[in-house]
């Protein structure tokens, strides 16, 4: 697996080039999380949302395949078992999901539960029989915005970064930008402020 520092962030590259990760959430973290894993030598990658008019970035940022958070999480999943999960969505179900989809001593990193929201349903024998590992992860701070800059500046001509603000507005515009945004659920809109 990546290593990580004392505050549980990613560091340094796989140490098993064979791992395989799956990445729940194709907003723009989730999408940047593919391209950091893919550079690190992450064997294979999956990417999961619940809107498909994301998921067509997923092969461009690096993942070798997508799916569409399934209405039934209770049977067979339709990926494989993974070594490691990044959730960038908080929702409950997705993060129980992505437990389920842990291989023996695999690992779970909960991003995106920032908000208030049910709690999530944790087999605790599964997790000793296991293995696993849950970790969270919050709050960015300078060194963070300087690696993920470094990051982008590197790779910026492989992953095409620009391409995720999907469409921009003027400042006077905004009421229509929001509408576009919860409508259309781009990566990202764009506001020009001059």
């Not at 520092?5 to 799956?22: D, F, M, P």
């Not at 550079?39 to 997508?66: C, K, Q, V, Y």
């Not at 960015?140 to 470094?150: G, H, L, Q, S, V």
Request: glycine share 8%; charged share 25%; proline share 5%.
């Amino acid at each position: 697996m990546c290593t990580f520092n004392r505050n549980g962030r990613i560091e340094g590259s796989w140490k098993h080039k064979r791992e395989k990760v799956l990445v729940f959430g194709a907003g723009l973290l989730g999408i940047s999380y593919v391209a950091m894993c893919k550079e690190a030598g992450a064997e294979w990658i999956g990417l999961i949302d619940t809107e498909s008019s994301r998921l067509h970035w997923g092969p461009t940022f690096g993942a070798n395949e997508t799916y569409i958070f399934p209405e039934d999480t209770s049977g067979e999943l339709p990926w494989p078992e993974v070594d490691m999960v990044f959730d960038m969505t908080g929702s409950p179900p997705a993060m129980k999901t992505g437990i389920d989809s842990l291989a023996l001593g695999g690992t779970a990193i909960w991003i995106g539960a920032v908000f208030p929201a049910s709690s999530v349903p944790v087999d605790a024998q599964k997790i000793v029989r296991k293995i696993l590992e849950i970790k969270g992860l919050h709050n960015y701070n300078y060194e963070d915005f300087i690696k993920a800059t470094a990051f982008i500046e590197k790779n910026h001509m492989k992953y095409p970064f620009d391409q995720l603000i999907e469409k921009e507005y003027q400042l006077a515009d905004e009421e229509e930008a929001f509408r576009f945004a919860n409508e259309e659920k781009p990566v990202r809109v764009g506001i020009q402020i001059c």
